[in-house]
Structures are given as C-alpha cells and as structure tokens.
C-alpha cells in the first residue's frame, strides 16, 4: 500500500490552499494510521514471525513508520558540524532507541575525533554497540544461542556501566543504561519515541531480544501504561494496536470498523486474513461470512459514485453467496445520464449473463428515447432488448412519420437492421418497406414491384398500410416500361377489390373525394396496364 | 393540494382538490409516470411528456395526468404501483377499508386503467405495500397497514396474498402483535432469500420475518401459510413512527419520527439489527448518537448528498489540528490518528469547538476526549 502519491500532491497544495491542504493532511493521517496497522497486521498475522526475526520486523516496522525524528536527523547531518549541534545527542540517541546501531556509532566516531581525550570512553562504547548481538534472518544461529551471547553481552555491559566508564559524559552513560535495557533511562527519552509502541520495541529490543509472539501481549500492555503514565487514554489507534499485539484479529477488525468511516480498510484487511485462511483459524467460524458482509458493504458504498461503481463490480463478483443479487440490484440504479454509461452497463450484465437487467435496462432507454422523439435510438434499443412489442409500435411510428411528411427519418438505422429485422412483423416490414423505396430510387423497378406485390401478398403490410402501398404502385404502372406482369397486375387489383370490398358501406360513404378519386386512378391505371402487358405478352419476339 | 417536484426545475402541479397523501414513481422501464393520492377521494397517474421537436416547446418537458381513479368513496390513503414483473399494475387503499387493484392493459396508453381487484379489509387503511419479490416461488402480495383507532384488538396489519386457482386475493395472515394504528409498511427487498422481511411503523419501528410454510393443500387453492417472527422493535424514536423506507439491497432500514429524527437500522452479519445513525432534522448534532462504520448503500428514492454524509466520504469529518507544513518524503505515521467519527451532522459550531479540543500534536501524551459511544457493539 503505497501513499506516495499523496506525499507529492501535499506540498505543491499546501502554498495555495489552506482548506485543501488541511482536508488532505487529514487524510494523509489516517492513511499513515492505516498503514501502520496494516503493516503491524501482516507481520503479525500473515507472516506470522516467529521469535527472533518478530523482533527484526517489529524494528523495521517502527522505524518505517515513526518518522517524525528524521527532519532533526537531517538537519544535525548536514549541518557543517554536526558534533557541536545543540541536537547532536539526540540524534545519537533515536539511533540507539531505534537499534541503529552503525549510524550511532558513526556520528559517536566525528565525536571522538572532536574530543581526543575522551577517546578510551568512546572506543569501549562503540566496542559494546558493534558486539551487540541481535536476532539473525537465517537458521545461522538457534536462539538459545543468541540468547547465551546477549546474556554475557548484557553483564559486559552492566560492567561498564558499574565501574563508572561513562560517568564523565551523561550522554553516554544514558545511552549505556539504554542498551541494559534501563526503562526509567528509556523513558527519559520519552519525547524522542514518540508513541508508546516504539517504546515497547525499544524496550524489547534492549531486555527481551527473543520475544516469544504470544509475550506480545504483556509487554504491549505494559509498555502502553508506562509511557501514557495514567495521564491519557489511549484513544482508537492505541485500542486496534493492543488489540493485534493480543493476536485478537476480530478484536482488529471491530475496532477498525468503529473508528474508521468507511469499510475500505477493514473489508480488504479481512479479505486477506481470509484468504490466509487465518479467520478459521481463530475460531471464527462465521469468518468468511464477515469478509463477504465487509466486502458488500464497501462494494454497495461504491455504487454510489458516479464513477467508481465500476470497481463495485469487480468486488460483488468475488462475493460468493449475495454477490450476484447485490450486482443486479444496485446495477439496475445507476443513472443512465449517456448512452456509454449505458452502453458500459449493459456490457457489465451481458458477460455476466444478467439477461433481465440487460432487457430492462435496453426498455427504459428505448422509453427515454422515446419519450424524446428520438425514434432511431428507441428502435435499436429496444432490438437491444429483444423487445418485440415495443419494436412493432416504434416501427409504427415510423410509418406515421413516412405518411405524414413522405419520408423516411434515420434511414441508416433501417437499412442496416439485418437478421434484427425479423424480430417483429411491423419492423419486418418496415425494414422491406425501406427497401422497396431504395430499388426505386435505383430505377431497378422490376425487383421494386415484386417486392412491393410480395409485401401484399404474403401478408407482411399491415391492412392499413395497404392503399400506401398501392399508392406507391401508381408511378410503377404509369412507366413507359410495362414493369408488372399480367399475373403480377392481376394480384395487383385483387389486392384493391379485397381492400375496397372490406370496408362496409358506412366507410365508403364516409371516405372522402381523395380517397374515392384514388381508387379510380388505380383501377384506371391497373386495367391500362393489363392492356399494354396482355399485348405485349401475346406479341411474338422478333415478329 | 399541490406536488412540487424537486428537480432542476420546480413544476407545481395543480391536481387535487384536497391534501395530497402519498405520491410515488413508476418503475422507469414505462417512462416517466408518477401516481398521488389524495383526500379528494381519487388516485391520480401522471405522465412526464417531452415537447414536440418542431413547436417552441421543443426539448421542455412538462407533466400531463393521464387518469383519475375515482371509485373510492373515501380519502384515498396510499398508492403504490407493484412491482415491474407485474406490468403495470398499482394499488390504492381508502380511509373507508377497500383496496384496489387497477392494471392498465396496454403500457403505453396510461389513460386506460381497469379495475382489476377490489380487497376489503374491514379496517380503515392508511398504507400499503407491495411484496417486490420476482421469485416465482412467491405470489403476488400486498401487505396492508390501518391506522383504526377503535378499541378493538384486531391485527392492525393483514397481509393478502394474490391466488392463481380463484384469481383472487384473499387475506393469507394478519400480525396478531400489532395492535397500535399502523402509519407506513414497507416489505424490503427480497435478495433471494426464502422469507420476506417487513417494516411497520406504529408507535415504535418493527421489523418481522415472513417465512413460507408448505401451502395447504387442504384450504382451496392453497394459501400459503408463514411463520411469522419479529426481528427487531425500537422505540428510540419515542414518539409515533410515520414512516419507514428501505434501502436497493433491503439491508437498512429508515425510519422517521414525531422526535423530528430519522433513524437508520442495520443487522449486522449476526443479524442483530441495531442502530446505526440519527438525523436531526434540523441540522443539529445529536447527542449519544451511535454509529458503528458506515451504512452507504442509498435508501429507497434515494437524495445523493444524504448518501455522501452517510458514505463518510470525505475524510474532513475528522477534525485534526493543524499539522506543521510537511517535506517532501516525510512521513506522517507518528501523526497517525484515528479520531472516532464525529456524530452524522456536520454543523459548522461543531467544527470550530473540535479545533479547540485537540491539542497539538506532537504531545501526544496528552488526554485527548473520546467520543466512542456507548451503544458501539460488533461489526
């Protein structure tokens, strides 16, 4: 988990904007909380460092976090002298405090050569720092090994110390009360730890090398009361410390919940202890249920940004039990403001093989633009949706349209609808229709008037839509060209007789001028065509 | 009298001729159609029509009533449309007892509604609500609630269920345990699981499982029988509870009060439900407010800033002291705090009285106040 980012936006804000820079240094806080217990976490739970190297990690681990020291450090280093800096000592003691031995004894080295009197007392000090034995990574040493070293390490030590080596310099002294492990000097030094949790490794660094994982415990609670002195409680950070030292991880987990605003943390912290399989462990039987119920929780909570839902998915998708039902319904309530959101959406459902969600969504969009008058983009969504229905009604919209202002709009919709056409019978049609316009626009008039007959015939044109229909075979009839067949002509005005002798005499008396003129022009046209092809069909080739 | 729409724009729509109860949407898959109901004894549907392309109304949307449903003899006390897998179905209930169930058979012509049920309850209603399951595993239901204020202890919530062999509903249980009136009912989100789970508002918050037993088959057409058990009673609010509202997943529960507070509810992975948060209405801090994290996802028609607080999305919420100006690199661990989550309102005295109580930070020996609430309990 890296926070970087954050470090670099940080000064470039802070000149410009003190609300900002204050928001962000509060948010930098409680990353650097989380950090810090995650990291306490992992060396405890999922490493689960035995004794020995637990000590090393618990020193990386303060010295990773507990930083507050390292401007000083920087200052004294750089400064020209660094052994006449009124801070010079307090340096050399966070390095001791903090086990840095070898930088300890470097800036204890620029000392000795600024004061050649006291080099004896500066040698054996830098003698003892370098022969301190700490606990090794490897398998180089067992630990009762490393503890029968200390122990003669830490009686040379009392040695030295009782013999009065140091008791000119109070600074070395202190620091050789120090490495025995002195509380009373380790605390003096109260202001350089910081926090009670570097105490209690510096305390274990100097007594207790080889802390078993499961002494933790005494020596974090301990530790916690020497430093705060029974002047302050400990507040929420302290609690979820205690509570890992203690090995209790529900305990973590619970405290984290109350003290942190939103369930990032504690939700991917719980995933990984579940996925080290360490919540069974611990007697939590209910342990992947809570990681699941975390991990919903924070996943429902992403839903509601306007862009992050996206990883709300990814995260549902790794919930076994509710993960697919809390997908379905919060997918379903996100604002479709653009057509790629939905269409991002739709994507998301259809690979997870959400159909429902998929029909849904397709409807509401093809009702929106609908409502709209976008008839084009209502007409693909609702293909999208496989929504027959809707389709026939949108398809007679757009038929409405044609009838009333004699074209057609969204023609590239129509004309590439392809195998989708055929998935109502008004969209079909509407789809032919479209055709039939374009073979006449491409004078191939012939293939028109069979289609034009085919859409009568087999009963694809709605009844209403007929007289159009045959309308439009009027300027195909009045061709030079005699373009209809005598059989094709025929079914040309059976289609007229069925049409005129279907309405009832009541229709026909209410059927104005234009109608009634119409159907005279057709029947005109019709029987002069059937002329000119009944002659041209009887006429010889060549003759 | 009114409905104002809070939108980008307002729209007052001068519809009934008497209070106006309840007003509630349609699912969007029929567009934007809204339904009220009011004490003028008539339901209303309403339509959201956008101007034609080519007149100056052009892209301007305005709201057209599609219909007035008017066979109630008596105030109308709730609308509600059921759930979309129904079609387009709503249900009204009236102060005189009846419940109808109107279907409009042709989902784009909203001017043309039948009625399809009418219910008799022998109660005067106050609110209804149906059952949002989809599962084919579980009829149609209507859970009705009556505020009837006489002395008689009849179950002032009856549950009816919808019977495919007589095409009829008819009453499959009632809540023998409320007997205080009932103001909202609500059944929450069913997230397939076998039992429903149902919210009333009496004089206190309850929450009830609904498991279904094996239908009789004995009775005709087999009603089904449940297993009722109450999860949940709170009478935090301390005063009658008016309404109750669920959030998409069904997981918290809203209820708000004559206490002027709102308050959330949620089962934890135990399920044990519990408190989560209180909202003052008028924006000030609420003492012994308990909040354990966060309960973020949206409730019922959602208002997004109230789910941004409830989110705890902004880290500001937690008032630290000024830090000194920081240097590239450093870290800010040994600043590492993590202060409990203030109460849910943020008010602008809370924010300066909080800076004067944290001291400076680099003495961090001192005592600091907690706030940790008592009621906090497990995740």
């Known amino acids: 988990m890296c926070f970087f980012l954050i470090f670099l936006i940080l000064p470039s804000v802070s000149a410009r904007d003190p609300a900002l820079h204050s928001q962000y240094s509060t948010q930098v806080s409680i990353l650097s909380a989380m950090e810090l217990i995650w990291n306490l976490c992992e060396i405890l739970f999922v490493e689960a460092a035995a004794a020995g190297p637990l000590l090393l990690r618990l020193l990386d681990w303060v010295r990773l976090h507990v930083c507050d020291v390292d401007n000083m450090v920087r200052e004294v280093l750089s400064s020209e002298n660094p052994s006449k800096h009124e801070l010079f000592w307090n340096v050399v003691d966070v390095f001791v405090l903090q086990g840095r031995m070898d930088e300890a004894r470097h800036l204890l080295a620029k000392e000795a050569s600024a004061n050649p009197t006291s080099v004896n007392m500066y040698k054996t000090l830098d003698d003892l720092m370098k022969k301190m034995p700490v606990p090794s990574l490897g398998n180089t040493q067992t630990l009762t090994e490393m503890e029968l070293k200390w122990q003669h390490w830490h009686e040379e030590c009392q040695r030295y110390l009782q013999d009065g080596t140091f008791a000119s310099n109070s600074h070395m002294e202190s620091i050789c009360k120090i490495l025995l492990g002195d509380e009373d000097a380790i605390l003096e030094k109260k202001e350089l730890l910081a926090t009670w949790y570097q105490f209690l490794v510096t305390r274990l660094l100097y007594s207790h090398p080889t802390v078993k994982p499961m002494e933790l415990r005494f020596y974090a609670q301990s530790s916690m009361d020497l430093f705060l002195g029974g002047e302050s409680s400990p507040e929420p950070l302290d609690t979820i410390l205690m509570a890992a030292f203690e090995f209790e991880m529900h305990q973590v987990i619970k405290e984290c919940s109350i003290a942190l605003s939103n369930w990032w943390f504690v939700a991917h912290l719980t995933d990984l202890l579940d996925h080290c399989k360490l919540l069974q462990s611990h007697n939590l039987y209910f342990g992947s249920n809570m990681r699941e119920f975390l991990l919903l929780e924070y996943a429902s909570g992403l839903f509601s940004h306007h862009s992050l839902w996206q990883l709300g998915v990814d995260y549902f998708d790794h919930c076994p039990e509710y993960g697919r039902v809390y997908l379905e319904l919060h997918i379903e309530r996100i604002p479709l403001n653009t057509e790629q959101k939905a269409l991002k959406v739709l994507r998301i459902c259809e690979q997870r093989q959400m159909h429902e969600q998929v029909r849904s969504i397709c409807k509401i969009m093809a009702m929106k633009a609908l409502r709209n008058n976008r008839l084009g983009s209502a007409l693909s969504w609702s293909i999208r949706a496989k929504d027959a229905a809707f389709a026939t009604l949108i398809s007679d919209r757009f038929l409405k349209d044609y009838c009333e202002r004699g074209c057609f709009s969204d023609l590239d919709l129509i004309d590439n609808l392809g195998p989708s056409m055929l998935l109502s019978d008004r969209l079909t049609f509407l789809g032919k229709y479209r055709e039939f316009h374009r073979l006449y626009g491409e004078k191939r008039f012939s293939e028109a008037a069979k289609l034009l007959l085919m859409l009568m015939t087999a009963h694809i044109a709605p009844c209403s839509f007929w007289m159009t229909l045959l309308t439009d075979a009027l300027p195909l009839l009045e061709q030079k060209e005699v373009i209809f067949s005598a059989e094709q002509t025929y079914e040309l005005m059976r289609c007229l007789e069925d049409l005129t002798a279907g309405k009832s005499d009541k229709q026909k008396f209410q059927d104005d001028d234009v109608e009634t003129m119409k159907v005279e022009m057709l029947r005109l046209a019709l029987a002069r065509n059937l002329a000119r092809v009944i002659v041209k069909e009887g006429t010889l080739e060549g003759s | ?379």
């Open chain 2, 1 to 379: 009298w009114n409905l104002q729409f809070k939108g980008c724009f307002g729209v007052i729509l001068q519809t009934h001729s008497g209070s106006v109860w309840r007003v509630t949407w349609a699912h969007p898959e029929f567009g934007q159609v809204l339904a009220s109901c009011s004490f003028d004894r008539t339901a209303a549907v309403w339509e959201e029509i956008v101007g034609e392309s080519n007149d100056k109304l052009r892209g301007q949307s305005h709201w057209v009533k599609r219909t007035t449903l008017v066979d109630s003899r008596t105030s109308v006390t709730d609308v509600k449309f059921a759930p979309k897998h129904m079609g387009l179905m709503l249900a009204t209930c009236s102060a005189d007892g009846v419940v109808r169930i109107y279907e409009a058979p042709d989902v784009m012509n909203l001017s043309q509604w039948s009625l399809q049920h009418e219910i008799s309850c022998k109660l005067s209603c106050s609110c209804i609500s149906w059952n949002p399951s989809s599962s084919r595993a579980h009829s149609p239901m209507i859970a009705v609630g009556s505020d009837d204020n006489s002395p008689n202890i009849l179950a002032k919530v009856q549950i009816y269920e919808y019977n495919e062999n007589t095409r009829k509903y008819a009453k499959a249980e009632a809540l023998m345990t409320v007997t205080d009136p009932v103001h909202d009912i609500a059944f929450a989100p069913n997230l397939g699981r076998s039992f429903h789970i149902l919210a009333v508002a009496t004089k206190d918050v309850r929450i009830f499982t609904l498991k279904p037993l094996r239908k009789e088959l004995t009775t005709s057409g087999g009603l089904t029988k449940f297993e009722i058990h109450i999860v949940a009673q709170f009478d935090n609010h301390n005063s009658q509870v008016w309404r109750v509202s669920w959030n998409i997943t069904g997981t918290v529960l809203a209820s708000s009060g004559d206490d002027g507070c709102v308050r959330l509810w949620k089962a934890n992975y135990m399920d044990n439900w519990k408190c989560t948060g209180i909202l003052k209405g008028n924006g000030s801090p609420v003492n012994g407010s308990s909040q354990q994290g966060i309960f973020n996802a949206s409730l019922g028609s959602a208002n997004t800033s109230l789910q941004n607080s409830l989110n705890g999305s902004s880290a500001s919420r937690y008032f630290f002291p000024p830090l000194d100006s920081p240097r590239a690199g450093s870290r800010w661990s040994s600043h590492a705090q993590l202060l409990p989550p203030p109460p849910l309102i943020e008010h602008s005295c809370d924010a300066d009285t909080a800076s004067l109580q944290y001291p400076h930070p680099r003495r961090r020996c001192v005592s600091r106040p907690l706030n940790l609430l008592p009621e906090n309990e497990g995740v």
